[in-house]
Every structure is written in C-alpha cells, then in structure tokens.
T-cell receptor, first 111, second 115 residues
C-alpha cells in the first residue's frame, strides 16, 4: 500500500501558486519524499525530492514539516501546462528501484 | 539527450501471440523497472532489475518475463498475452547512489491491447 495520502483533486487559477499537500505520517528516518507528475498518459516526470530540509529547483519548491510527517509541493506560478496528476512518494535510501505509487492529486489549472 | 525509449508505443495483438516490448536507456543506470498502469489502480511494478543479470519480481509479475543481458536494455516479454494484460506500460530507470537517492526516468509508455 502507498505510504502517503493526498487529496484526490485540486483546482488552481493560472498564474497563482499551487500548493499540493501530502501526508506521510509513517515515514522513517531513511526515507526521502519524492514528487512526480504525470501529464495525461505520458510517462511520469520527476519534479523534486527532499529528506529533511526544504528544497527548491526550477520547477517547484518542497516544504517538509519539522516532524517530517507531511510536506507541500509548491508550483509558484501555475500555468495551464501544469495540469496533471501529482504523486507524492516516500522512497527508502539506497532502494530507489521500488516506488510505491498512490492515487495522486489531479491538479487542474484554470484560466 | 538522457532518455528512456520504449517500443512500440501502441500495440494491438491477439490472445496467446507472444510479444516483446523493448526498453532502452542511455544514462548508464543500474536500476530498471517495468510498471503497468490501469484506471483506478495506479502504477504497479511488474519486475525490476538492480543490474545486469539481476532481476526480481514486483507486485504483479504473473504473465510476464524480463531479461537484463545488457545494462542499457530491459525488455518485457509476454509469452501468452491475455485480455487482462491490456494496459499502459512504463519502463523506468534510475541511478544507484550510495547512501542517497536518485530520481527515476520514465519512458513514454506502451499502450497494449490484447483482444
């Protein structure tokens, strides 16, 4: 079973920040938080990952709570092309060959 | 360009006719995996490989075979396809990193229909 819980769907206005929450209350100390997205039926695309600290890259920011039991993916200026299913996954260190996928959050960006 | 290439992208076949879906990556990754994606069931792992000649079953291996004779290739074989194997298939690869974790790269998918 997936070790994360995400809302099934969310809307966001174009140009606004999209904040996608994820609960991973059973995460252990050697597990990373990863975010991927899947646009329509294309192959999933890596977005960002983190262990304890907040992370930022050209696509998004990842905010992890101090107790590591939840995180938020932030797309700072959402565009229509960001409409996709977003998956939050916890991944053990040294064993990234097995990803357990949940249902994800369907994010719809509205004009 | 770093990529995972699957072929074919679309395939319609008949029950019982053996088929192979190829997967190749050009990033020298150790790990490779196959997933199937069905509506309402999400992505489920079929088989994975940690390196050449090392393969292992994922969550839904029944009816599938794989091989890893070269680092770059990881074909998925359906010896006798059945209609319940109609699905969207993805191949993925990732790098092994001591004490760390790396992202997976996915192919564009193969939509298989078995009639």
């Amino acid at each position: 079973d997936a070790k994360t819980t995400q809302p099934p769907s969310m809307d966001c206005a174009e140009g606004r920040a999209a904040n996608l929450p994820c609960n991973h209350s059973t995460i252990s100390g050697n597990e990373y938080v990863y975010w991927y997205r899947q646009i329509h039926s294309q192959g999933p695309q890596y977005i960002i990952h983190g262990l304890k600290n907040n992370e930022t890259n050209e696509m998004a920011s990842l905010i992890i709570t101090e107790d590591r039991k939840s995180s938020t993916l932030i797309l700072p200026h959402a565009t229509l092309r960001d409409t996709a299913v977003y998956y939050c996954i916890v991944q053990p260190m040294d064993s990234n060959y097995q990803l357990i996928w949940g249902a994800g959050t369907k994010l719809i960006i509205k004009p | 360009e770093a990529q995972v290439t699957q072929n074919p992208r679309y395939l319609i076949t008949v029950t019982g006719k053996k088929l192979t879906v190829t997967c190749s990556q050009n990033m020298n990754h150790e790990y490779m995996s196959w997933y199937r994606q069905d509506p309402g069931l999400g992505l489920r792992q079929i088989y994975y490989s940690m390196n050449v000649e090392v393969t292992d079953k994922g969550d839904v291996p029944e009816g599938y075979k794989v091989s890893r004779k070269e680092k770059r290739n990881f074909p998925l074989i359906l010896e006798s396809p059945s209609p319940n194997q109609t699905s969207l298939y993805f191949c993925a690869s990732s790098l092994w990193q001591v004490g760390g974790s790396t992202e997976a790269f996915f192919g564009q998918g193969t939509r298989l229909t078995v009639v």
